[in-house]
């Protein structure tokens, strides 16, 4: 590998097909050409555990001259000296995970029950899907390429700035056949994604890709909370509007959940997968075993109850509102709201989540306590002795019969205070 001359344009230009020529002014500083034109500056070391490595600083050309790649072999010894291995860094480098493998990674992590939430639970399917869609529909457009070490936090600015502007808005295909999603962007939109981002950094920390969160420290939009909330006309239109849907003979189940979700201040996702098994009417009270804040104690008012009469039973087993088609939960819901909204002629703005809000504001209204209402519509925050209650207890059931009452005042209801009766179940076949 010795050689007696110190490399220049000469021997740069005379270098043949599959010639190596060493320097000899710096050990290991060569120049090779493989069977092509190109001529490559290379450089040979040894690391601190004797291993012989090969570096290719670069080709022929701009930058690189026989005394920049030179000058450029001798820091690389320097760092050698030191005990570092470039040639591993630069591989390492190259084979370093872009961000959209590491969306992968951990939403493959995510559905396995491996990511656990501040509950110690795993992420529920429905905050999985709306994972997938922040991930496929706004980072992997726009951070997806790049290496997972090389992102800053400017870059997250500018994602953050981009999702706001509606950059990544528009249509695109979801996972059903025929399925589109309506993409938007926004300030909530780009503040709700840049903390999933974060949490995917601090997943990519856990398993050493990187050794900070570029994520931290950014400024992120306030994300508005809905605050939205039925007026007395808004509640008296709404109520039009059920009864309307049911002259009309929209699906039945529809306008009964739209009707319970009014009276109950609960999640949509929480009625529409409710169970017979989880009711208990002769205490009026449900049980749902897995919300969006765990195990769930709900008190249900004598309007809510009267509601449930009015659905026919059938299995324990079985789904209170059921979907047009097969025993799962009744996914066309959203449509079958937009229809029912429409004969009330109420504002876009007014979704499930308006009438929780709703519910929670005219139980504030009524004088109840934050404790109260966390009770009756399952905010988080209630008492860790929930988690070992079983049935709502009087104090309770007063306060869900006054709040569901004033709400069946305000949408032209008859405020029920009567007894409950059972149950009726389809005839056996």
């Not at 319970?260 to 002769?282: H, I, P, Q, V, Y």
């Not at 969006?292 to 309007?303: E, F, I």
């Not at 079958?336 to 009438?355: C, N, R, S, Y």
């Amino acid at each position: 590998m010795a050689s007696n001359k110190k490399i220049g344009l000469r021997e740069v230009r005379g270098l043949q097909v599959g010639e190596t020529l060493w320097d000899a002014s710096v050990p290991g500083f060569g120049i090779r050409r493989q069977n092509s034109p190109a001529v490559a500056y290379v450089l040979l070391y040894r690391t601190k555990e004797g291993r012989l490595r090969r570096y290719t600083i670069g080709r022929h050309g701009a930058p690189w001259t026989p005394d920049t790649a030179r000058e450029e072999a001798t820091r690389i010894l320097g760092d050698v000296a030191k005990g570092k291995d470039p040639a591993a860094d630069k591989k390492d480098t190259r084979q370093a995970k872009t961000v959209a493998e590491l969306c992968d990674l951990y939403l493959t992590d995510a559905e396995n029950g491996r990511l656990l939430t501040r509950r110690k639970a795993a992420k529920k399917e429905s905050t999985l899907q709306t994972d997938r869609g922040r991930i496929t529909r706004h980072i992997k457009p726009l951070l997806g390429r790049l290496k997972v070490a090389a992102v800053t936090s400017r870059d997250v600015e500018d994602f953050m700035n981009a999702v706001a502007e509606g950059k990544t808005a528009g249509k695109t295909k979801t996972e059903k056949s025929r399925g589109l999603a309506n993409v938007r962007g926004g300030k909530g939109t780009a503040s709700r994604t840049v903390g999933l981002l974060g949490a995917i950094f601090t997943y990519s920390i856990r398993h050493r890709m990187r050794s900070d969160n570029p994520v931290h420290g950014v400024m992120r939009f306030a994300d508005g909370k809905r605050e939205r909330r039925l007026s007395d006309a808004e509640y008296k239109n709404f109520g039009k509007a059920l009864a309307k849907a049911e002259a009309d003979k929209v699906w039945p189940a529809a306008v009964a959940v739209a009707r319970f979700l009014a009276l109950t201040g609960w999640r949509s996702g929480e009625a529409l997968n409710l169970r017979w098994k989880e009711l208990d009417l002769a205490r009026r009270t449900a049980t749902l075993p897995d919300t969006k804040t765990g195990r769930s104690v709900r008190p249900l008012s004598l309007a809510a109850c009267d509601v449930l009469s009015n659905v026919t039973r059938r299995n324990d087993d079985d789904l209170v509102f059921q979907a047009t088609r097969g025993d799962g939960p009744m996914v066309g819901f959203p449509k079958l709201w937009a229809k029912i909204a429409a004969k009330g002629k109420l504002p876009d703005d007014i979704t499930p989540h308006v009438l929780r809000h709703s519910f929670a504001s005219l139980a504030g209204d009524l004088g109840y306590s934050e404790l109260t209402i966390a009770a009756l519509v399952g905010h988080k925050g209630q008492s860790i002795t929930s988690r070992y209650v079983h049935t709502a207890d009087a104090i309770l059931l007063a306060a869900a019969d006054m709040v569901a009452n004033k709400t069946a005042e305000l949408m032209g209801m008859t405020a029920n205070t009567a007894e409950i009766i059972p149950m009726r179940r389809a005839k056996e076949k």
